[in-house]
């Protein structure tokens, strides 16, 4: 038993299922992330959560108190939504101290608690204005400042940060990680951004089509895929996931993959158990910061392949160079430092982190499990 | 939206610009004629009004009309002038929209953020009202006043103008509220805010542009309404409207044209202070949602 638990929960209007036994627990303090493309089902379970949407099958409790059919007010939750939802018609003040006001707080109290967490988040000098005052990192604050007050037991955030611009952003970002850090709640935030999942959770949920397609901490995800679709939407550029054979040499695995001339190329796996595979296709995935020129091969690895492909593109980003080549039939993008010897139309000489590789099932699209 | 208008305007020359402005000064002139003669002979004794020269400027200026008019007329049998009728016209206009204006922003409220299975269709039946003409239910309307014991009561009229302005008030506020955030509802009830505080303290306070197109709208309709007050209201009861229709049409004595008029426009003037206290909004009301920003 969690702290917020959601056992085996389904979502459907009418016929149609569009969310499909969700397992899901976690413990007081944790920072979950509910990540996936739109229409996954992450803002339809986060408003479970909240109670804005009927269970259709299941449960979901916090604190084991099992929360179906309990009215939201009711579950000591507090939600920052999307837009914010600020009352446009009422000052900041009243914005915070509203939800205190309806659970019948006295006054002197509920003063106390927005100075406090005015004082929090540094927004003092705003609480006399109205909300259509004030620029969209004002809002973000006093929208979390709502949700603050109320001192709940599960924060639940709803893409909080798409509506901000790309710099004001990440600040944002990390003043919730480190509100996070500070006041040790339990979180579940939704978002499509992989980045925001990646940097702020303790857990993350990748979501597609209605399923959890894994959950686990942010390197378990990242670096154990349990899909395609989970390898290839997490990280930025996207995992390079490409059709491969395995072939046995002294009873090792490897993978045989072609280059941008059809010419084999055989990269030594480090994962024994793909020797069954033998003779067999599968999806090889390779993460683009893997491939490297050879200097800054990852000296901690033990397993480091040299590989001689032709350059089709650089695309230089300032801190990192991206090269573009044709690895099994796919572009592929390897992540070069800045100061990597590179030029479009020459052969280079690429080493690839084979440790960090991983294999996928062709058929089922699932990671070959070590 | 006044930006946006400069903006948009078409450029145009000159002499075209002349002549745009000329044809509407002419048009506005031709409207603007009634209310010149209507003025103009209320403040002028019979006479001068007799004698010919509807269009001229009164040669002696006189109130007496609009004093008599007011107090003393002769209105179907007693000598009371307009002034009790425009108090009957009062003491059902202003709860009738007051009422009417709520139920509406009620309905509005329900029908967009507290969807049901049909509640589409029952908006839909519910528009029906604006297209019923008034014809139609005057008979069933009279027989239920008459059953509910409120036959020729002001109540009565309350009510008939209530049940006949739901339908446009539930329209405007409807259409307002379907832009209205749902995401602030939300963020209410989880405020612990119930269906009432939400409705008082959420939305209501973010309704004043459209409340304003809806008073309008309902008081000049119930103001200037005329059948339903001829044919429900009693004796005590009768609106403004049939009063000045009973002034106008007695059939004994001297028609006395400078008092119709004065009553005419005394009848008029509600509508008209409440189009130029709020007419700014009207516009801005009837125009919220469908442009952004």
């Known amino acids: 038993m969690g702290f917020l638990d959601i056992d085996n929960t389904t979502k ?181 951004d992989q980045i925001e999942a990646m940097t702020l959770s303790t857990r993350i949920a990748v979501m597609y089509g209605g399923y959890v397609q894994q959950l686990g901490t942010p390197q378990e995800i990242y670096d154990s895929p349990a899909n395609i679709f989970v390898a290839t939407f997490m990280g930025s550029p996207a995992m390079n996931v490409m059709p491969a054979k395995v072939a046995l040499k002294d009873g090792r695995p490897f993978a045989v993959v072609e280059l941008h001339d059809g010419t084999p190329a055989e990269l030594p796996f480090s994962q024994d158990n793909l020797a069954a595979w033998d003779g067999r296709g599968i999806m090889l995935g390779i993460r683009p910061e893997t491939i490297t020129d050879e200097d800054a091969a990852d000296r901690k690895s033990s397993n480091i392949a040299p590989m001689t492909n032709r350059i089709t593109v650089t695309e230089p980003a300032g801190s990192d160079t991206f090269v573009t080549m044709t690895l099994g039939g796919k572009d592929v993008i390897a992540r070069m430092r800045s100061d990597a010897d590179v030029r479009p139309g020459a052969d280079f000489k690429f080493s690839v982190n084979m440790e960090k590789a991983v294999a996928f099932d062709p058929e089922t699209e699932m990671r070959i499990a070590p | 939206m006044s930006l946006a208008t400069q903006d948009s305007a078409i450029r145009t020359g000159r002499v075209t610009r002349t002549l745009i402005y000329l044809v509407l000064l002419l048009f506005a002139l031709f409207y603007m004629l009634p209310l010149y003669v209507m003025v103009v002979n209320s403040v002028k004794p019979l006479d001068e009004i007799t004698g010919g020269g509807m269009m001229n400027l009164p040669q002696v200026f006189t109130l007496e009309p609009w004093a008599k008019a007011w107090s003393s007329a002769q209105i179907g049998v007693d000598p009371t002038g307009l002034k009790p009728y425009f108090w009957n016209s009062i003491k059902m206009v202003v709860p009738a929209v007051i009422v009417s204006t709520v139920l509406g922003a009620l309905n509005g409220y329900v029908l967009t953020k507290w969807r049901f299975r049909g509640d589409t269709i029952l908006f839909g039946l519910m528009l029906f009202a604006c297209f019923i003409p008034f014809q139609i239910v005057l008979i069933p309307m009279a027989r239920m006043l008459g059953l509910m014991g409120m036959a020729g009561t002001t109540w009565g009229l309350v009510l008939v103008h209530v049940v006949y302005g739901i339908g446009f008030t539930t329209l405007y506020f409807r259409n307002y509220y379907a832009v209205f955030p749902t995401e602030l509802i939300r963020a209410a009830q989880i405020d612990g805010a119930g269906f009432f505080q939400i409705f008082w303290r959420i939305l209501l306070p973010s309704s004043g542009p459209i409340a304003v197109v809806s008073i309008i709208w309902q008081f000049t309709n119930i103001w200037n309404d005329f059948l339903f007050g001829a044919s429900f209201a009693g004796a005590d009861s009768q609106p403004m409207t049939v009063a000045l229709n009973n002034l106008v049409q007695s059939s004994t004595g001297v028609k006395e044209y400078n008092v119709h008029f004065a009553g005419a426009i005394l009848a008029a003037l509600p509508t008209l202070l409440v189009y130029i206290v709020a007419g700014r909004y009207f516009v801005r009301g009837l125009m919220a949602g469908s442009v952004k920003g």
């Not at chain 1, 507090?78 to 009352?87: H, I, K, R, T």
């Open chain 1, 12 to 192: 459907s209007y009418g016929a149609v299922e569009v969310l499909h036994q969700v397992h899901i627990s976690i413990e007081e303090g944790e920072f979950l992330v509910l990540v996936g493309p739109s229409g996954c089902g992450k803002s339809t379970l986060l408003n479970m959560i909240a109670g804005l949407e009927e269970i259709s099958s299941g449960e979901i409790r916090i604190k084991d108190q099992v929360m179906n059919g309990v009215h939201p007010s009711k579950r000591n939750i507090a939600m920052v939504f999307q837009s914010y939802a600020l009352y446009p018609n009422m000052t900041v003040g009243q914005n915070i101290t509203f939800g205190l006001e309806m659970h019948g707080i006295p006054k002197p109290e509920r003063e106390k608690a927005m100075k406090e967490v005015a004082e929090l988040l540094q927004i003092e000098q705003l609480l006399d204005r109205k909300p259509g005052a004030l620029s969209g990192g004002q809002r973000q604050r006093v929208a979390m400042g709502r949700a603050l007050v109320r001192d709940p037991d599960v924060f639940l955030f709803d893409e909080p940060l798409s509506n901000l611009d790309a710099k004001l952003r990440v600040d944002m970002r990390t003043e919730i990680k480190k509100l996070h850090q500070k006041l040790g709640t339990t979180i579940v935030y939704v978002t499509h």
